[in-house]
């Protein structure tokens, strides 16, 4: 097997591309730990656009909604050690897709997120199935188990996605 040497330049670009990755993605978990909703909204926008690729996610309408679940879930890992991250948790009248507090009883924060896939068969815009995202998580009182543990300051988000876009309400 032949190795082909990677120039100076070559790895520069690689450092370029890791290093606005990490921006993106930390911007991404900041602005939603600060509760900052638009910001969070448009870094989650950005991050789809130039982390995802067209093939894996495209305009295909057979992409499950448990891919971008998976998806949220894996960038939220990195908050485990401060944080109880649970997914598909049963709260209030159903499970809701991910809920979010912080293991220290005194930050008063949480989060509820709520995912929804949109289907080629929705005649709706991608806002008003965010929109249903989070009223379902106020239907389903999906906010018990944040405050049965005490967090009273929680940020509901309704996230509807379809191929690289997405929408989020809140």
């Avoid at 991608?126 to 929680?154: C, D, F, M, P, S």
Wanted: charge should be negative; glycine fraction near 6%.
């Amino acid at each position: 097997m032949k190795r082909l040497p990677i120039g100076q330049s070559d790895f520069r670009q690689i450092r370029k591309e890791d290093a606005s990755e990490t921006v993106g993605q930390n911007e991404l978990l900041t602005s939603l730990l600060e509760q900052r909703q638009q910001t969070f909204a448009n870094a989650l926008s950005e991050y789809l656009k130039t982390s995802f690729s067209f093939f894996d996610i495209g305009k295909r309408r057979s992409v499950p909604e448990k891919i971008y679940h998976a998806f949220m879930l894996g960038l939220l890992a990195h908050l485990s050690r401060e944080y109880h991250i649970r997914s598909n948790r049963e709260s209030g009248y159903g499970r809701a897709d991910l809920i979010i507090y912080p293991k220290d009883r005194d930050n008063p924060k949480g989060w509820v997120l709520e995912f929804k896939q949109k289907d080629a068969d929705d005649k709706g815009t991608l806002e008003e199935l965010a929109q249903e995202a989070l009223a379902q998580i106020h239907e389903k009182e999906y906010l018990n188990e944040i405050h049965a543990h005490g967090h009273t300051e929680v940020m509901c988000l309704g996230i509807a996605f379809d191929g690289k876009e997405v929408a989020c309400a809140f």
